[in-house]
Structure formats: structure tokens, C-alpha cells
């Protein structure tokens, strides 16, 4: 994903009117009065709300008779979590195995009980600098 | 549900993760800096880190290298700044993979009534190279469900 396409998305939904609209949006499509209502905000203004939201790819708009919908798109949302999810589960389970490895050095077991094949080199084999 | 919170704000090159843990900070510390136990938690089970060197000290550098099942072997390496102490553990963080991209690390840990909470600040030199850093850094596959997207939104709703 294109880094200034994700800076879009996230600044849309830095605002909680936005993600409000979205959850809306969840449940299915809907004109602009209609999510306008549970807000106290004129009509123009969920209309710039929604411009934002539109030019990050989280909505897209049609016409239907004189009304226009607004229609919830999943996909830069699931690139944003994809994207969080990576570095999320990285550090979830690293931090879950310090639990576990903590929890074992406090209860005597000095050299950690966690399960590892880890091992540390004593040699420092300068020519794996190269390695990919 | 994590327990470890991430931050990543838009148009600012930096990434905050915290995370308490139930262990006195002197013994977190200890898995920060003491590369023994590091191995033992460092990245996913499913990956096996080798360290080459870890000179917890200033000036002092560190290398290892993360290796799956299938051979595939990714090295870091980078230098610590100031002696490691449990109010701060400053280094810099390269992946080799993408030489050049120099992340610099702040670990801070603070104890609370026994528990540690450990706030690490990740700064990077661009937003480009943060959202680069995350996509293909960490190079583990995601399972992609539509259920990440169900729970982002349940999160939306509750916010």
C-alpha cells in the first residue's frame, strides 16, 4: 500500500464524527439527512465529512432518485489493519513469550523454562554482515 | 485480545508500543539487555534468533539474525547509545534487508506497585520509512479474514 494512501486513511479516521459515519455505514448505505441525523451538525457539514472519507477510499457515493448514498468500502480499511496487524502480532508475541519467560525467572528457574532453540553464537562471524 | 497497545499517528514518523508486564522492571531490564534471555522472547515462537553480538553498553554494538523453518534468515543490527539503564535503553535499529533505514529506539521501563510498564518510542526518518518498516519488516504473513475488520470496526463503534 502506497504510504500517502495510507496517511489519507488514517487522517480520516482520526475524526470521531468519520469513524461515527462509518460504524453508520456498517449497517448499510445512506443518504446524507440520514447521517446527518444523529448528529448535531448541519447537512453541509457531514457533506465535508464525507468528501474526506470519500477521497481516502473508505466511501463512495452514488445517485439514487434525488438523494445520494453514501456506501461503506472495506478494502483501505483492511489494508490499514493488515498493515497494523503485522507489527501488532510481531510485538504480541514477543511480549507474550517475556511474560511467560519473566513468570519462569521469578519462579526460580534462572535460566528462563521457556521453550527455545534460540542459541547465541560466540563467534563473530563478521561475513554474515552481508547476509540478506 | 493484545495487550500490547501501538500507536502510529499520521504524518509522524514514529511509532509508541506499551506494554505492562508482571515482573519487578530490574528482571525486564534484564531481558532487554542480557542477550541469553533476549533469544528466549524476541519475535515470533516460530522463529529462531541467533545472536552474533550484543554489547549492552554505550558505543557497545549488537547483531542477530531471525531464521524460519524454511531457512529464510533476517538480520538486524545497530549500535547502543548511552549505557542501557532501566529508564532508558537507547539504540539504533537497521534491518539489513533495507541498508540505509536507521530506526532509532527508546525502551523506557516504570515500575508500578511490582508491574512494569515498558514504552517504547520508535522514531524513524520518514513516514515512508515507518509505513515501509511495518509492511515488510516484519516479515510474517497475515492470515487475511475479514475478521481484523469486524473487530476495527466494533472498536470504531465503542470509541
Known amino acids: 500500500m502506497m504510504a500517502d494512501r495510507l496517511s489519507l486513511v488514517f487522517g480520516a479516521l482520526a475524526d470521531p464524527t468519520r469513524r461515527a459515519i462509518l460504524t453508520r455505514l456498517a449497517d448499510g448505505d445512506a443518504t446524507v439527512a440520514e447521517l446527518a441525523e444523529p448528529f448535531a451538525m448541519s447537512q453541509p457539514a457531514i457533506s465535508k465529512h464525507l468528501k474526506v472519507l470519500e477521497q481516502a477510499g473508505l466511501i463512495s457515493r452514488t445517485r439514487r432518485a434525488t438523494a445520494r448514498l453514501s456506501r461503506l468500502e472495506a478494502e483501505p480499511l483492511r489494508e490499514v489493519t493488515t498493515w497494523l496487524a503485522r507489527y501488532q502480532r510481531f510485538w504480541d508475541e514477543s511480549h507474550e513469550r517475556l511474560d511467560e519467560l519473566l513468570a519462569a525467572l521469578q519462579a526460580g528457574q534462572e535460566d528462563g523454562s521457556a521453550p527455545s532453540s534460540a542459541t547465541v553464537k560466540e563467534n563473530h562471524d563478521e561475513q554474515d554482515l552481508d547476509h540478506r | ?159
Open chain 2, 1 to 159: 485480545m493484545s495487550k500490547t497497545s501501538i500507536t502510529a499517528e499520521p504524518g509522524i514518523p514514529m511509532i509508541i508500543t506499551t506494554r505492562e508486564f508482571d515482573a519487578p522492571r530490574d528482571l525486564v531490564f534484564r531481558a532487554h539487555t542480557d542477550p541469553d534471555l533476549l533469544v528466549q522472547w524476541l519475535g515470533p515462537r516460530d522463529l529462531t534468533t541467533t545472536v552474533d553480538r550484543y554489547e549492552a553498553r554505550n558505543g557497545g554494538t549488537w547483531r542477530y539474525t531471525q531464521s524460519d523453518a524454511q531457512g529464510n534468515s533476517y538480520g538486524f543490527h545497530g549500535v547502543f547509545h548511552g549505557n542501557p539503564s532501566p529508564d532508558a535503553i537507547v539504540q539504533t535499529f537497521e534491518f539489513e534487508g533495507a541498508p540505509g533505514h536507521v530506526c532509532l529506539q527508546t525502551a523506557a521501563l516504570a515500575e508500578r506497585g511490582g508491574r512494569t510498564l515498558l514504552r517504547t518510542v520508535s522514531a524513524f526518518q520518514s513516514v515512508a520509512d515507518r509505513d515501509a518498516m511495518v509492511a515488510s519488516g516484519m516479515e510474517r504473513g497475515v492470515h487475511d479474514s475479514g475478521d481484523r475488520l469486524a473487530e476495527l470496526l466494533a472498536r470504531l463503534r465503542d470509541s
